[in-house]
């Protein structure tokens, strides 16, 4: 399996070491599950914003007062 490693300042590695232990995990998974959340929160962003673009438009026509003002029809602000 592939491995790496990766380098720290000495207080780098206490905070990390801190967080690990907070949640009750070694150093080496600890630092796994890090890096799998990130790839994860990446997808889950990704598909939030997918969804949100496919729905702008009526979200947009059901809720038109929650339409920035710059965005609507005209594209000025109202003073």
Do not use: C
Not at 6 to 17: A, K, M, N
Not at 41 to 59: M, P, T, V
């Amino acid at each position: 399996m592939p491995s790496l490693n990766v380098s720290f300042t000495d207080e780098e590695l206490e905070g990390v070491r801190a967080a690990a232990a907070a949640e009750g995990k070694s150093l080496k998974q600890y630092l796994h599950d890090l890096g799998v959340r990130e790839m994860q929160r990446k997808q889950f962003i990704a598909g939030a914003s997918s969804w949100s673009d496919r729905l702008r438009d009526e979200f947009d026509d059901a809720f038109p007062d929650e339409v920035p003002p710059s965005q609507r029809p005209g594209g000025s602000a109202a003073a």
